[in-house]
């Protein structure tokens, strides 16, 4: 039952925002039948198909799906003056340069392939802190103003001609001195809103993977598979705005069922990006107890990259307390091995805690680069501090060509 109530949720949302323009439809009276024309959509719903589809392709790439809209509202302008009046997203000032940046993102990951992963990564960080920068400008000017538009165009002259009783914007026969385009307003917006932060989040979470990927052909992969959804979105809602819009429905019942998955990668890349640019790791010591980390994929019962913190209990052993989405009421995972058994694996960008078959416990954020050997000191951590990750591969580098390896002396 729980797993269909996104379902049931989902419905219930796209019946009260379609309920306003059924009834206009099923309300007007009837007309004669018009002359042949060019087999355009002028329905009610239409612009409601059309803006669905609107957000929810800003949503997949916020900067390429605002620039791309703007260019495509001024380029369908009639002139100068209708240019003038379009909103500022949809100003040449702003999308040229933002289209500039998605292609130079763009040659990053072409290039990806070839550039070593320590040149790579702080330009997938930049990235990543693009994405939730231009997400949120999207979320708060962008949708509000796409989905004001929806409204003015259903109160507008179009619904009037076409439905004479509605004489000032939603207002009903009996309510027809009442204006209730605020209503519309109401429902639209922030469901819009909400269709957005869904999609968006799971969208989001592309970029988070890549900062966690090694490899620059996974990152293309998963840019290409990104950009190959959106595209197909686009071409969808150009030929028929009712099939992009189904299968934005599709796109925003999936992005629902994994938003719990993609709100745990937010927050995990949020975390990262701002100790890396922010340099944390200068003013920061980890405490004696009680230290934040996200858990990693072998912590049972709780899910991956949950961030919560790290507790010695008076007992002895460990404990990894959290909250569900950050506010929940708070839970408690008991460590099945005691510290002694674990280690510190310090990789180039973050460290990891190990198990004792080097399973990754938890994930420390960049801020415990260089304080490796306090947290161990302050867990009784016995397997101590050894290399890992990309850090591993060079000390094993360095080795085979007679780095720290050959200063050994010989017993």
């Given at each position: 039952m729980k797993r269909l109530l996104p379902l049931f949720a989902l419905t219930f949302a796209l019946g009260v925002l379609f309920a306003p323009f059924a009834f206009a439809a099923g309300a007007a009276p009837a007309a004669p039948a018009p002359a042949p024309k060019a087999p355009v959509d002028h329905s009610p719903a239409a612009p409601v198909a059309t803006a669905i589809s609107s957000v929810t392709g800003m949503a997949i790439s916020p900067l390429l799906g605002t620039s791309a809209y703007g260019a495509y509202q001024w380029f369908s302008a009639k002139d100068e003056k209708a240019r003038a009046d379009l909103p500022w997203y949809a100003q040449w000032t702003f999308f040229v340069?933002?289209?500039?940046?998605?292609?130079?993102c763009a040659a990053k990951d072409a290039c990806g392939t070839l550039l070593p992963p320590g040149l790579k990564k702080p330009f997938d960080m930049l990235e990543t802190i693009e994405n939730k920068a231009t997400g949120l400008v999207a979320a708060g000017a962008v949708v509000p103003l796409t989905m004001g538009a929806l409204s003015k165009w259903v109160v507008g002259s179009k619904v009037a001609e076409s439905h004479p009783f509605v004489t000032d914007g939603l207002a009903m026969i009996h309510l027809a001195n009442v204006d209730l385009s605020w209503l519309l307003n109401v429902?639209?917006?922030?469901?819009?809103?909400?269709?957005?932060?869904?999609?968006?989040?799971?969208?989001?979470?592309?970029?988070?993977?890549?900062?966690l990927s090694p490899w620059g052909a996974i990152d293309a992969a998963l840019k290409g598979a990104r950009t190959t959804l959106l595209g197909v979105l686009t071409l969808s809602a150009t030929i028929n705005p009712w099939v992009g819009a189904?299968?934005?429905?599709?796109?925003i019942l999936v992005a629902w069922l994994v938003a719990g998955w993609a709100f745990r990668l937010t927050i995990f890349g949020s975390v990262f990006c701002w100790d890396f640019f922010s340099r944390r790791t200068n003013r920061f010591t980890p405490k004696e107890n009680d230290n934040w980390m996200f858990a990693g994929g072998n912590l049972p019962g709780v899910p991956v990259r949950t961030y919560g913190r790290l507790v010695q209990r008076t007992q002895g052993g460990l404990e990894f307390m959290y909250r569900p989405w950050l506010w929940l009421a708070p839970r408690a995972a008991v460590l099945p091995a005691a510290p002694a058994s674990m280690a510190i694996g310090q990789g180039l960008f973050f460290s990891t805690i190990l198990s004792e078959k080097s399973d990754t416990l938890f994930l420390l954020p960049p801020r415990y680069r260089g304080h490796e050997e306090t947290l161990a000191r302050a867990y009784l951590i016995g397997g101590g501090v050894r290399p890992a990750g990309l850090r591993k591969a060079w000390h094993s580098l360095k080795e085979l060509f007679g780095g720290a390896a050959a200063k050994t002396p010989v017993a």
């Amino acid at each position: 039952m729980k797993r269909l109530l996104p379902l049931f949720a989902l419905t219930f949302a796209l019946g009260v925002l379609f309920a306003p323009f059924a009834f206009a439809a099923g309300a007007a009276p009837a007309a004669p039948a018009p002359a042949p024309k060019a087999p355009v959509d002028h329905s009610p719903a239409a612009p409601v198909a059309t803006a669905i589809s609107s957000v929810t392709g800003m949503a997949i790439s916020p900067l390429l799906g605002t620039s791309a809209y703007g260019a495509y509202q001024w380029f369908s302008a009639k002139d100068e003056k209708a240019r003038a009046d379009l909103p500022w997203y949809a100003q040449w000032t702003f999308f040229v340069p933002a289209l500039l940046i998605v292609g130079a993102c763009a040659a990053k990951d072409a290039c990806g392939t070839l550039l070593p992963p320590g040149l790579k990564k702080p330009f997938d960080m930049l990235e990543t802190i693009e994405n939730k920068a231009t997400g949120l400008v999207a979320a708060g000017a962008v949708v509000p103003l796409t989905m004001g538009a929806l409204s003015k165009w259903v109160v507008g002259s179009k619904v009037a001609e076409s439905h004479p009783f509605v004489t000032d914007g939603l207002a009903m026969i009996h309510l027809a001195n009442v204006d209730l385009s605020w209503l519309l307003n109401v429902l639209t917006i922030p469901f819009g809103i909400a269709m957005f932060a869904v999609v968006w989040m799971a969208s989001h979470a592309i970029n988070v993977l890549i900062l966690l990927s090694p490899w620059g052909a996974i990152d293309a992969a998963l840019k290409g598979a990104r950009t190959t959804l959106l595209g197909v979105l686009t071409l969808s809602a150009t030929i028929n705005p009712w099939v992009g819009a189904l299968l934005s429905i599709v796109v925003i019942l999936v992005a629902w069922l994994v938003a719990g998955w993609a709100f745990r990668l937010t927050i995990f890349g949020s975390v990262f990006c701002w100790d890396f640019f922010s340099r944390r790791t200068n003013r920061f010591t980890p405490k004696e107890n009680d230290n934040w980390m996200f858990a990693g994929g072998n912590l049972p019962g709780v899910p991956v990259r949950t961030y919560g913190r790290l507790v010695q209990r008076t007992q002895g052993g460990l404990e990894f307390m959290y909250r569900p989405w950050l506010w929940l009421a708070p839970r408690a995972a008991v460590l099945p091995a005691a510290p002694a058994s674990m280690a510190i694996g310090q990789g180039l960008f973050f460290s990891t805690i190990l198990s004792e078959k080097s399973d990754t416990l938890f994930l420390l954020p960049p801020r415990y680069r260089g304080h490796e050997e306090t947290l161990a000191r302050a867990y009784l951590i016995g397997g101590g501090v050894r290399p890992a990750g990309l850090r591993k591969a060079w000390h094993s580098l360095k080795e085979l060509f007679g780095g720290a390896a050959a200063k050994t002396p010989v017993a």
